[in-house]
């Protein structure tokens, strides 16, 4: 299916700041290539009259596209998490590497271990910053569209608040004696929340965490 023939159904969307142009507004890396939403391959299930697909242009990074490919999403917002979701699937290793470890942890460890698990947090950290990109004020056809700044998450451990999940894991971990894997294993089981995972853990050892 030639991209060029189906080109004039779609509107550009422009980055209405001059720091964001040639920013992919999935990620925020260098874009390198459009995506069209819908995806040309999907056009004929949008092109009804009833469609409330938005079919806009818009910048994109070649790995975003490459994930997204496949998707049939017909606006932008649902190919937004659809993305995130993609993002934090193939570098969950790394996110947990950056979350798991610190870097004098990994200074106590052989020199391959040193380098196997600095270039996990580099990119762990890399990602999450992806994942988290909220996107930019954009324009289509003459209106234009503000994106709201993200609220800051806090993460809460008992009366103790962090502004990541990876500093609420550290302390928790070293405040309750609990390993950092088991630790974030219970969070996730746990409703996200570090007060339920170390009660569960020390109902479970018979210690006490108060």
Known sequence: MSVSNYQKFYEPLNAVHSADFNR???CGCEAARPDFIPPI???????DVNSSADFVCIPSCNECFDL????????????????????????KKAIRVFNHWSMDEIEEMDIAFQISL???MYLGKEALSRIQFAGFDYEINGSTTRVAKPQ??????FDEEFESFREALAFASDTYQIKKSRLSQLYFENDES????IGVFHGLVGG???
Do not use: M, Q
């Open 118 to 120: 600095k270039g996990g």
């Open 41 to 47: 391959k999907f056009i004929h299930d949008w092109r």
């Open 194 to 197: 570090f007060d339920r995972a």
């Open 24 to 26: 992919c507004i999935y």
């Open 208 to 210: 006490s965490y108060s």
């Open 152 to 157: 800051r998450e806090v993460f809460k451990v």
């Open 68 to 91: 997204l490919k496949n998707e049939n999403n017909g606006t932008l917002e649902p190919r937004i998490a659809v993305l995130k979701k993609l993002l934090a699937a193939k570098y």
